[in-house]
């Protein structure tokens, strides 16, 4: 039985320390493969934050407790530009340092991320075709994260609540009604003032994670160059798709209707 409140032994045991450093196992001799392992943990680590973040701040929307939601928003920019950070370390490494173990991976690719999926899914992207690509335990979370209401799909809830007329939000759609919500609300920020800067933070989470997107794909230009992905893709041309997504278009379109 758990006690009532648990306290730390020492620090290793309370970090499990044993077991985050006994993970990184290189399978070749060659020194680089460390750092490539690194960068991966990390990014992982952080995306881990990110995920208990934006369910955090999703269960706030939907309290209509805005504060703690802004909060735990401005917490996930943060940590996307402390993971975009993490390119500066890999971009030490050089196209022959990574030919020299590239092989091992086999097709290992960031692209079976299954935490990466899950912000995009938090997000509001739903794109089940990619989730095959998964073993089945990891697919049956996604597609359970997938029939759930996304961040913005909360965010459009609320704007129902305060009484725009809105129609739910579609994948790949701007939906017009959505927009002229947002557009009241960008006209007369003193009016909507949580909304407002509610929608701001929404659009610093999608610049953030834009430019982690853009610094990966700069990443591979200069270690890879036009390769193809060891995850089967074209490499670049899927990358640079990728950077161009946007997560929560009507809040872009705000911008050029104002
Ligand atoms: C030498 C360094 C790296 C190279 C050459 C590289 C290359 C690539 C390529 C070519 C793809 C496209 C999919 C494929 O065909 O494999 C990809 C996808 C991806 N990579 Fe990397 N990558 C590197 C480092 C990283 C790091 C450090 C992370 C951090 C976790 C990462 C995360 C991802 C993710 C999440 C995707 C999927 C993106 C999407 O589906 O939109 N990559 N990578």
Known sequence: ????????????SYLRL?????????LSEHHDEMLFIVVHQATELWMKLIIHEVEYAQRNVAADELGPAVKALARVVRT????TWHWQVLST????????????????????????????????????????RHPPDERAYLHRLSDRPSLYDE???????????????????????????????????DSHWDLYELGEKLLDVEHAFSRWRFEHFQTVRRIIGRKRGTGGTSGLDYLRRAVDHVYFPELWEVRTRL
């Open 80 to 83: 996307f530009e402390v993971m």
């Open 18 to 26: 044993d077991l985050i450093l006994d993970a990184q196992r290189p």
């Open 1 to 12: 039985m758990t006690a009532e409140w648990e306290t730390a032994d020492d620090y290793s």
């Open 93 to 132: 490494m050089t196209p022959a340092d990574y030919l020299m173990f590239r092989s091992r991976l086999g097709s290992a690719s960031g692209l079976q991320s299954v935490q990466y999926r899950a912000i995009e899914i938090l997000f509001g992207r739903r794109r089940p075709s990619i989730l095959r």
């Open 155 to 189: 965010v459009v809830a609320l704007l129902g609540r305060r009484g725009f007329e809105v129609g739910p939000v579609a994948w790949g759609k701007v939906e017009p009604r959505v927009v002229d919500a947002w557009l009241t609300v960008y006209r007369d920020p």
